[in-house]
Every structure is written in C-alpha cells, then in structure tokens.
C-alpha cells in the first residue's frame, strides 16, 4: 500500500524548494539587469507595466533584448569573466540542469 500522506508530504517540500530556487533565480535576474539599483516601487511598476502589456511587438522587443542580455553572459561566461550564479551550481560545484 502507498502512503499518501507522505508523498504528499513530499510533493509539498519539493514544491517549496522549486519556489525558493524561483524566487532567487529572480532576485538574481534583478541584479544581472541592474535593476537592483531601482527602489522596490518603481521596479515593480514597470514589472506591472510588462505583466499588463498586450503588445505582441513590445514583448518580443523586450523579448530580445533579454536574449541578448543572456547571450553575453552565456560568452562572458565561456570566456571566464563572468561567474555562474551560486542559485544555478548544485553542492559538488558542476552546473545544475535548467
């Protein structure tokens, strides 16, 4: 017989963990932008801003200006002048699967 309430259990840690990786892999797109700079208000205007954007042309705009930004740390990274984020390396230091 299975034991549903410890899968349950189960389920419920790992969807924790899933949502504190979420919420630190944004925190660090923040910062790769810059937008850490920004105060919290205006940040999460302009993130109401996109949210409410119907645009198909706006979004994919901005679409490829993330990819780009991406890009460049994806070379940087090949080049070894740019460090992978702490968030994105499992406990042995190699890369964690996207």
């Known amino acids: 017989p299975r034991d549903i309430d410890a899968e349950l259990k189960a389920l419920?840690?790992?969807?924790?963990?899933?949502?504190?990786?979420?919420?630190?892999?944004?925190?660090?797109?923040?910062?790769?932008?810059?937008?850490?700079s920004t105060d919290a208000e205006t940040l999460a205007g302009a993130l109401l801003v996109i949210a409410e954007t119907k645009d198909p042309a706006?979004?994919?705009a901005w679409r490829k200006r993330g990819e780009v930004l991406f890009q460049g740390k994806i070379r940087n990274a090949r080049k070894g002048t740019d460090r992978q984020p702490e968030s994105s390396r499992q406990a042995d230091?190699?890369?964690?699967?996207?």
Do not use: C
């Open 12 to 36: 419920a840690e790992k969807a924790k963990l899933l949502k504190e990786r979420r919420v630190l892999q944004l925190g660090e797109l923040v910062i790769a932008t810059g937008a850490d």
């Open 58 to 60: 706006k979004l994919e």
């Open 93 to 98: 230091g190699s890369a964690a699967p996207a």
